[in-house]
């Protein structure tokens, strides 16, 4: 194993990007150097800068912004998984998005990857039996940014949710890797059973707006579901369903239709 000298930083291309965006946006737009340096370049890591993003934007008269940071630190420490699992969805967010210009602006300004990022550290304390504070984390999320994602919910890296606004995603659901959903999407169950309800979805899935998909169903790989269908049943993989019950259409029409975001179906002028 290679000495490593502890003065040597360690490069991280991605951070280093992120900063001088930073300071590009503070030359041309002076007047967000306060929220731009409290943000960005008061940090050395990418961990450190999302510990105190989500913090100020949870902290309440109820919780302090320093218990939240506190947690959100030592969840990014004990569990490097969440801060992979964080730049994989900034990767997402800047790939997917036309919007995304700068790998700056979901730190900043998209509250679909905020709140991802504040739903992690939650998952994490739920799987710390810390479940009283993992609804708080829950409660906040959803009073913030207007997304509701049980903490016990599993859901993989690489996610994009565009706009993000009125998304629901159960407590037994689960989302696989490099998933792409729209607003308005409901992962929820059909009534009141009290076990395993909620949908299972499969790595590569596109969920337009509006869609609700119920029950404990599987949604197979790389599938696309039209916006505004209800899925009531399962749906294999590779395929693209639409309607109210959502019934199959044809196939998913790309490799990866997550990634390529088309929701458009049928033949191509």
């Not at 859901?155 to 659901?173: L, N, P, R, Y």
């Not at 929820?188 to 029950?215: F, M, N, Q, W």
């Not at 790389?222 to 693209?240: E, F, Q």
């Amino acid at each position: 194993m290679a000495d490593t000298h502890p003065n040597v930083a360690i490069v991280d291309p991605v951070w280093g990007r992120i900063t001088q965006e930073a300071h590009e946006a503070v030359r041309s737009e002076p007047l967000m150097g306060g929220l731009v340096h409290a943000c960005i370049l008061h940090h050395q890591t990418l961990e450190k800068a999302l510990s105190y993003r989500i913090s100020a934007k949870l902290t309440s008269n109820e919780m302090s912004m320093v218990v939240l940071r506190d947690i959100a630190d030592q969840a990014f420490a004990e569990a490097p998984e969440l801060v992979e699992a964080a730049r994989a969805d900034l990767m997402a967010v800047f790939e997917r998005d036309p919007a995304s210009h700068r790998l700056l602006q979901p730190i900043l300004y998209f509250k679909g990857y905020q709140a991802m990022q504040a739903y992690r550290v939650g998952h994490w304390l739920w799987q710390q039996g810390r479940h009283d504070m993992a609804y708080f984390f829950q409660m906040r999320v959803s009073e913030i940014f207007g997304i509701d994602i049980h903490p016990a919910a599993k859901i993989g890296k690489g996610i994009m949710i565009d706009h993000a606004h009125s998304i629901v995603i159960g407590e037994t659901a689960v989302v696989g890797d490099n998933v792409s959903m729209l607003h308005s999407v409901t992962l929820g169950g059909t009534g009141k059973e009290e076990e395993d309800r909620h949908p299972k979805i499969a790595d590569g899935v596109l969920i337009g707006a509006g869609a609700k998909v119920l029950g404990n169903i599987s949604i197979g790989h790389c599938s696309r579901i039209a916006a505004g269908s209800v899925v009531l049943s399962d749906v294999p993989a590779c395929k693209t369903v639409a309607g109210v019950p959502a019934k199959i259409v044809g196939e998913a029409g790309c490799e990866h239709p997550s990634v390529e975001m088309d929701q458009m179906f049928g033949a191509r002028p």
